[in-house]
């Protein structure tokens, strides 16, 4: 055999990089334009829908919610690729826990800062969103009734209330993705995150 890199110490047959495993699903092709059927893979074979809230006996990233970044349907990167997770979150957090912290992470700030930081998961933002609008609209009333104890007492009051009923249903629905939408606010927070 010819040496035709005199700078490498070995053949390039013995170092060369491996094909990527076969996608689920592809066919071969033949030159007369007709398909053959799908090829059966027993390494890829279609793995069944992982739910991420079920307890795993893991203790890596997919304990918290999180599939390790390739939406939990095998160990390799191009397996996973065109498949979507809507569990998935950008922080290695869980996505109910987080969809929480829109709102406990000090109001308005909090849904701010998730939507910064969140770009995976449009139920996480949809939360950011509403805590951001919402508790932005009272931290002005409590500004313009900043001069009346009273007034200023019975908002506070209302921010806690509309802190832990939200924390709450972010919590609860956060299974089924279902969103609860606080009137103005949330239909104003979906329509910007539809936008998005």
Same mark, same amino acid.
């Given at each position: ?58 203790? #890596?990233?997919?304990? $918290? ?6 939406? @939990?349907?095998? *160990?390799? &990167?191009?397996?996973?690729?065109? %498949? ?61 009734? #900043?001069?009346?104890? $009273? ?6 009051? @209302?921010?806690? *209330?509309? &802190?832990?009923?939200?924390?709450? %249903? ?27």
């Amino acid at each position: 055999m010819a040496d035709f890199a005199p700078y490498q110490d070995q053949s390039p047959e013995t170092n060369r990089a491996l094909s990527p495993p076969p996608i689920e699903g592809r066919r071969s092709f033949s030159p007369g334009g007709q398909r053959s059927p799908a090829l059966p893979s027993p390494t890829n074979a279609p793995k069944p829908f992982v739910n991420p809230w079920a307890p795993t006996h893991d203790s #890596s990233a997919r304990a $918290f919610g999180n599939s390790g970044g390739n939406g @939990g349907f095998g *160990g390799d &990167i191009e397996s996973g690729r065109g %498949r979507l997770n809507e569990f998935d979150t950008s922080l290695p957090i869980r996505l109910d826990y987080e969809a929480c912290l829109a709102y406990l992470l000090l109001p308005p700030a909090g849904g701010v800062l998730l939507l910064v930081m969140e770009q995976k998961s449009d139920y996480v933002r949809f939360h950011a969103w509403q805590s951001a609008l919402l508790f932005s609209a009272i931290f002005v009333l409590h500004l313009i009734f #900043s001069w009346s104890t $009273f007034l200023s007492w019975l908002i506070f009051i @209302g921010d806690l *209330g509309l &802190i832990g009923l939200l924390t709450f %249903r972010a919590y609860r629905d956060a299974d089924t993705l279902d969103r609860f939408e606080v009137p103005f606010f949330g239909p104003l927070a979906s329509r910007i995150l539809d936008d998005e």
